[in-house]
């Protein structure tokens, strides 16, 4: 496991956007696994620079998003369908047909949840896999507790992750419980695994998935286990360390 810790979000960013960029320049055709919410959307801001800027070309990349909360149709303002678009994807030149994010508005979440492992198998493995942690140590949907031997599924959403996120719901009440998400099997079958983390919110989780005992209490932990990790952190989420 490689840590690179940078002075500040922006420094964070730009490190991960290069190493996303440099994914893509070596294999034009590459999986990525595409993270969402707060700390990935500057790394998203550098890549559309520099599509912009002619420097990268999304035409033949293959994305698959890590979750999507169950119960929301893509138009949702809390989707991440939404985000993706908002983000990433409405700015630059990927195609339709290669972008690849759970169906959060099926009646039939077991259909959803295979027909979303039976596309990422027809790819192989993804080649570069981008996450978040979670205050809780969880990374995509995973939260503590979830099988670790899930490849894409159903998962229940704790307290702690509900509320987090509340005051964009505009309250608890309005915040999904389930969620569908990539499972920690298949996270852990990608070729390299890039982890975003920046703020004080994050110091305590990222020194327990980087140093910590490698546990389901802290599901980050089992990156440990991961042959190619690159840790991007900024200042405050390294000040644990």
């Given at each position: 496991m490689r840590v690179i810790i940078k002075n500040d979000y922006r420094g964070m960013s730009r490190e991960a956007a290069r190493i996303v960029a440099h994914q893509v320049l070596a294999k034009p055709e590459s999986v990525l696994g595409l993270p969402t919410g707060d700390t990935p959307t500057m790394m998203y801001e550098e890549l559309v620079n520099m599509y912009k800027l002619g420097l990268l070309d999304f035409s033949r990349v293959v994305t698959f998003n890590l979750d999507e909360y169950y119960g929301l149709s893509p138009d949702h303002p809390q989707s991440y369908h939404r985000y993706m678009?908002?983000?990433?994807?409405?700015?630059?030149?990927?195609?339709?047909?290669?972008?690849?994010?759970?169906?959060?508005?099926?009646?039939?979440?077991?259909?959803?949840?295979?027909?979303?492992?039976?596309?990422?198998s027809r790819y192989g493995k993804i080649d570069l896999q981008v996450l978040g942690i979670g205050p809780n140590g969880h990374i995509g949907f995973n939260e503590p507790g979830t099988d670790w031997g899930m490849t894409v599924g159903l998962v229940r959403l704790s307290d702690t992750t509900r509320n987090r996120v509340a005051p964009r719901f505009g309250g608890i009440k309005n915040v999904p419980v389930h969620a569908i998400t990539m499972g920690i099997k298949t996270i852990m079958r990608s070729k390299k695994i890039l982890l975003l983390a920046s703020g004080k919110a994050k110091a305590i989780p990222t020194k327990r998935a980087i140093e910590g005992p490698i546990t389901e209490a802290v599901p980050a932990s089992v990156l440990q286990l991961h042959p190619d990790v690159t840790v991007i952190l900024d200042q405050e989420a390294a000040s644990q360390l």
């Open positions: 678009r908002e983000n990433l994807f409405d700015h630059v030149n990927a195609t339709n047909e290669n972008i690849h994010i759970p169906d959060g508005r099926t009646k039939d979440a077991k259909s959803a949840c295979k027909s979303y492992q039976e596309d990422l």
